[in-house]
């Protein structure tokens, strides 16, 4: 199923420093759980955690979890009465860089000198506060936890809203059983007396009246069998027995995606017997169109939990 959440924790660099953590929770739609994470360098040990937490609540999804962090607006009123709130320059890099600068001018005289933003994202020349790994660690898993419950409660809202169609998808199925089953015996005795009728014609054809008499027993037995075998009375049983299993997965409680993948399988492999075994036009239509109504509910079904 798809979904989104998304929470924020603050962590302290020190210095009087904030850093504001944004901690995003993405899903979309997988037979299986497939977890990512994009996690910044602070962040990385916590993604053990952030795992185990989503594998105790999801079962399938692809799902990933993503990190970003910038210090806090208040930290620009924090640098005015402590000039190292932002970082403090490494005077040994500074001077290493600028030498640096001036053997590579003396080499190629054109080549313009760094900018004063250019030099203070050189590494290693401005020493930012970067706060304590636990700090960072615990507000990761707290955010991402606080996500993936919002992910969650979309999830189950999403979950309602399709459980309402399947519900009604499993009702017009219904329908169609309940039009089709009464009559399959009168299919089955009409196309019986119809394969009778056109054995006897071309028995009759035939001069040896005793030899035909007895042929005519043989066909009467064989047309019998092949009603039984044609018969899909059990078809029909298996084929509610599934549809009510669908339901009653969709009223209860917990994740129930695998298990209506499988009833999916089982309201197919009867649907496909049932259209095998059609001896009237209008029950091979029925059987095409409970095929197209379980394909449809089996593409909801991949979006359930």
């Not at 399938?60 to 009123?77: D, H, L, P, T």
């Not at 401005?126 to 606080?146: H, K, L, Y």
């Not at 069998?225 to 059990?234: F, H």
Request: hydrophobic share 40%.
């Amino acid at each position: 199923m798809t979904g989104y959440g998304s929470a924020s924790r603050q962590v302290s660099l020190g210095a009087g420093v904030v850093a504001d953590l944004q901690v995003e929770c993405r899903a979309v739609n997988s037979r299986f759980l497939d977890l990512g994470f994009r996690l910044p360098d602070e962040c990385r040990g916590a993604e053990p955690a952030l795992r185990e937490i989503a594998t105790q609540n999801l079962s399938r999804g692809k799902v990933e979890f993503r990190a970003a962090w910038r210090v806090n607006s208040g930290a620009a009123n924090s640098a005015k009465s402590n000039p190292h709130a932002l970082g403090a320059i490494n005077k040994d890099r500074l001077d290493a860089l600028y030498t640096l600068q001036e053997k590579a001018q003396d080499a190629f005289p054109k080549a313009q000198e760094l900018s004063i933003a250019e030099v203070l994202r050189w590494p290693g020349v401005v020493s930012e506060p970067r706060g304590e790994e636990d700090s960072w660690i615990t507000a990761a898993v707290e955010a991402g936890r606080a996500a993936l419950a919002a992910l969650m409660e979309s999830r189950h809202a999403e979950g309602k809203a399709l459980v309402g169609v399947l519900t009604s998808i499993t009702g017009k199925m219904r329908d169609i059983v309940k039009v089709i089953e009464p009559k399959v015996p009168e299919f089955v005795a009409q196309y019986q007396e119809k394969l009778t009728e056109r054995l006897s014609e071309a028995l009759a054809a035939q001069e040896q009246a005793k030899a035909g008499a007895e042929l005519m027993e043989r066909i009467r037995q064989e047309v019998v069998l092949y009603a039984v075998r044609i018969d899909v009375a059990e078809e029909f049983a298996r084929l509610k027995t599934h549809l009510q299993a669908v339901d009653t997965a969709l009223a209860g409680k917990g994740p129930v995606g695998k298990r209506l993948d499988f009833l999916m399988q089982e309201l197919n492999r009867e649907a496909n017997t049932l259209s095998s075994k059609s001896v009237s036009e209008e029950c091979t239509q029925a059987a095409l169109e409970l095929k197209l109504f379980i394909e449809q509910m089996r593409e909801q079904v991949q979006n359930l939990e």
